[in-house]
T-cell receptor, first 116, second 114 residues
């Protein structure tokens, strides 16, 4: 089974600064999908960004970008120009697919604090 | 707003009871997933349905069951509730399921078992 590891349980960043959240995963597949989800205090799970393993280009969504290192099985999230609204739990997830079924395998999450 | 709805938002019940959580997927989505988020287990996949049929099962207890109806809404039934079942239960949906699609999550149902 695939596993996802987020080794830093908490991080903090100053408003307007840049922060990088780390994630590693384990898989024997060559084609797969990775996601970052954000969970603010409302507890809603919000999709931040998605990366397809066969694409060499790192995904970006406005202030959010990833550094995808396939050989190292690393998938970090960079948040630029951090805003107070970025404060949340962030979860890295691997999409496990098998014979028409799918499930997300999540890391334990990381709590991001944004200081004004 | 993801377009996935879940009811109720909060549920407080007693041990031994049975509850039903309801989920309506995004318009056009055929696949529904249930996840449990608890303090000790984190976010765990429970079960996937596609167009009324069960597709995949995860760490779902025998006391729990689910189904997806012809109108594509889904229900998660939790019975003989224990204190440890207190958690946030999420429903997610995707268009097909099985084609490496993004799953969009509902707001969750917070269950407290006393």
């Amino acid at each position: 089974a695939q596993t996802v590891t987020q080794s830093q349980p908490e991080m903090s960043v100053q408003e307007a600064e840049t922060v990088t959240l780390s994630c590693t995963y384990d898989t024997s597949e060559s084609d797969y999908y990775l996601f970052w989800y954000k969970q603010p205090p409302s507890r809603q799970m919000i999709l931040v960004i998605r990366q397809e393993a066969y694409k060499q280009q790192n995904a970006t969504e406005n202030r959010f970008s990833v550094n995808f290192q396939k050989a190292a099985k690393s998938f970090s999230l960079k948040i630029s120009d951090s805003q107070l609204g970025d404060a949340a739990m962030y979860f890295c997830a691997y999409l496990e697919t098998q014979g028409g079924s799918e499930k997300l395998v999540f890391g334990k999450g990381m709590k991001l604090t944004v200081n004004p | 707003d993801s377009g996935v709805t879940q009811t109720p938002k909060h549920l407080i019940t007693a041990t031994g009871q049975r509850v039903t959580l309801r989920c309506s997927p995004r318009s056009g989505d055929l696949s529904v997933y249930w996840y449990q988020q608890s303090l000790d287990q984190g976010l765990q996949f429970l079960i996937q349905y596609y167009n009324g049929e069960e597709r995949a099962k995860g760490n779902i207890l025998e006391r729990f069951s689910a189904q997806q109806f012809p109108d594509l809404h889904s229900e998660l039934n939790l019975s003989s509730l224990e204190l440890g079942d207190s958690a946030l239960y999420f429903c997610a949906s995707s268009v097909e399921g099985g084609y490496q699609e993004t799953q969009y999550f509902g707001p969750g149902t917070r269950l407290l078992v006393l």
